[in-house]
């Protein structure tokens, strides 16, 4: 026996893996019981309002305004009025000012809004706090910094603003995606009109605040909340320049239809059934934690979600043994608590369009694994879910679940994994997991998609840019190129994407 066997067999094994409850204390936010739109740097009392809730519990927390066409227009002519009379004129400089102001802030406020985007959208504390605020400031502060270097950006081309942009945005990441939308749009000299998703308007409410600290000009940015009525209204205002769309397929594709021919610039950011491709020579338990990552971040809300895991072969055995053994481990709960690793499903509508789908999986023919975990009672809940016996032509290899449902599907050889995981409608993002560079060249190479992780996944940085092929839309946010859709160029006319 090797010193290391003695030392294991003495070491106690505990009883179970119990957790104490952590919460983290909801004191550090202060809610309004009624929220207005912000529009020219003030709040502008609404005419109809609904009940946003928190979706763990389903407990109301504030009344919100539902957007009617004349307070769309009213928020699109402040932006203008600001874009007109100083912001696209004031030395790209002070408007770097703005953002890295904004950009502190957010960093100083980090405790305050990750409690609220997790009581607000249901995700995991630990993923607001490490994943989505650090991301948000980052990407104020990065593009803070080109804010005055845009005639390095883009050399001898001239770039000016395009105007006025209308952004819409999801539940999934509503802080985050709004970080996304509105840093380069500032950055290139545009004002904005943001409308948040119905079910998450209260961190861009917080947001408003920040603005308000940062003495950003009124009116460079405003904010409407309200549901999908609202987001049309933005889409056909006269006043827009520049639509950026985030969200489904087919309001992407409503949108594009409703911009055709009137000229403005347009980008769309929509849905994905990622490949996450795992080889016979990868590190499998890196793997296994990759998989982990890659579908059950945030509840699997996640448009560039590893969704479709397609496994050599010769190894699917011990994935699929290691990959349940280490489902039992996560823990399903209350958002709030540090320990929680799923939280909750952000809405009714989505859990049932979850469920649903996990149900046609089931009748299809797959084979459904989900770990034992008690739910709560209230609020809405879906456990852990992966699907074996997948064939490709089942639904849950098709469309997007965006929830945290797994199939899995194998592959025998590099061609054959290449095929399957390009077969799909959408294109925005896929995994490779093998030790070989070379094949993660040749993969990536191959794979029709906006992003490529090799041996990683989910990773993000505000200086690479995102985007998808095909039905996951066109443009990139991001980087340099997340610069472009907001820039109108020396003698070129404004164009979709
Ligand atoms: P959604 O229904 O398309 O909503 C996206 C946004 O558009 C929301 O603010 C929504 O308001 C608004 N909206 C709805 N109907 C509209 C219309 N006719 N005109 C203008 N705006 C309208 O999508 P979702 O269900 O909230 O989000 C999930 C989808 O977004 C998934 O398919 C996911 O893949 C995609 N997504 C993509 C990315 C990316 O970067 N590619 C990132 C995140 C999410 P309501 O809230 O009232 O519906
Ligand atoms: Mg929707």
């Known amino acids: 026996m090797t010193e290391l066997e003695r030392k294991q067999d003495r070491t106690p094994v505990p009883k179970e893996w119990a957790y104490a409850p952590a919460p983290e204390s909801?004191?550090?936010?202060?809610?309004?019981?009624r929220y207005g739109h912000y529009v020219g740097g003030k709040w502008l009392e609404p005419s109809e309002t609904y009940t946003t809730?928190?979706?763990a519990t389903?407990?109301?927390?504030?009344?919100?305004?539902?957007?009617?066409?004349?307070e769309v227009e009213a928020a699109v002519s402040a932006a203008r009025d600001a874009f007109e009379n100083g912001w696209s004129g004031i030395p790209a400089a002070e408007r770097a000012k703005y953002l890295?102001?904004?950009a502190r802030i957010l960093q100083e406020r980090a405790r305050e809004f990750a409690v609220l985007e997790s009581l607000n959208g249901g995700k995991p504390i630990?993923?607001?706090?490490?994943v989505d605020l650090p991301l948000a400031a980052a990407h104020f502060f990065y593009y803070a910094g080109w804010a005055d270097k845009l005639e390095y950006a883009f050399p001898?081309?001239?770039?000016?603003?395009?105007?006025?942009?209308?952004?819409?945005?999801?539940?999934?990441?509503?802080l985050l995606m709004l970080s996304w939308k509105i840093a380069p749009a500032l950055a290139a000299g545009n004002t904005v009109v943001l409308k948040p998703a119905e079910t998450t308007p209260l961190s861009a409410l917080l947001f408003a605040d920040v603005l308000r600290q940062a003495e950003l000009p009124p009116g460079v940015v405003n904010i409407v909340t309200g549901d999908g009525r609202t987001g049309a209204a933005l889409v056909k205002s006269e006043g827009v320049d520049k639509i950026a769309f985030t969200g489904s397929t087919d309001v992407g594709k409503a949108i594009q239809r409703?911009?055709?021919?009137?000229?403005?610039?347009?980008?769309?950011?929509l849905g994905g059934k990622a490949a996450n491709i795992i080889f016979d020579d990868a590190a499998l338990d890196q793997a296994v934690e990759g998989i982990i990552n890659g579908i059950y971040f945030n509840q699997g809300h996640v448009c560039c979600a590893g969704s479709r895991l397609l496994v050599q072969e010769s190894i699917y055995e011990p994935v699929v043994e290691k990959l349940k053994r280490r489902l039992t481990t996560?823990?399903?709960?209350?958002?709030?608590?540090?320990n929680t690793d799923v939280g909750a499903i952000n809405s009714k509508e989505q859990l049932e369009r979850i469920r649903e789908l996990v149900e046609s999986g089931e009748q299809e023919g797959a084979e459904i694994y989900q770990p034992p975990c008690r739910l709560p009672e209230k609020g809405y809940w879906f456990a852990p879910t992966v699907f074996t016996n997948v064939a490709q032509s089942y639904r849950i290899a098709q469309e997007e679940i965006f929830g945290p449902v797994l199939s899995i599907l194998t592959f025998r050889t590099p061609e054959e994994a290449v095929e399957k995981a390009n077969n799909t409608p959408y294109g925005l993002s896929a995994g490779v997991w093998t030790e070989k560079g070379s094949r993660i060249l040749w993969m990536a190479e191959r794979l029709r998609a906006g992003v490529v992780w090799a041996n990683t996944f989910n990773r993000f940085d505000p200086s690479s840019p995102f985007g998808g092929y095909k039905e996951s839309g066109f443009g990139r946010e991001g980087g340099r190129h997340g610069l472009e859709p907001y820039m109108q160029f020396d003698g070129s006319q404004p164009s979709g994407g």
């Open 26 to 33: 909801r004191d550090v936010v202060t809610l309004d019981d």
């Open 258 to 269: 409703e911009l055709a021919g009137t000229g403005k610039k347009l980008t769309l950011e």
């Open 156 to 174: 001898n081309r001239r770039p000016q603003p395009v105007g006025v942009a209308g952004q819409i945005i999801p539940w999934n990441f509503p």
């Open 58 to 70: 389903e407990e109301p927390l504030a009344e919100v305004g539902q957007a009617t066409p004349e």
């Open 53 to 55: 809730i928190s979706p």
């Open 330 to 338: 996560l823990r399903v709960g209350d958002p709030l608590d540090k």
């Open 100 to 102: 890295f102001r904004i």
């Open 126 to 130: 630990k993923e607001s706090r490490d």
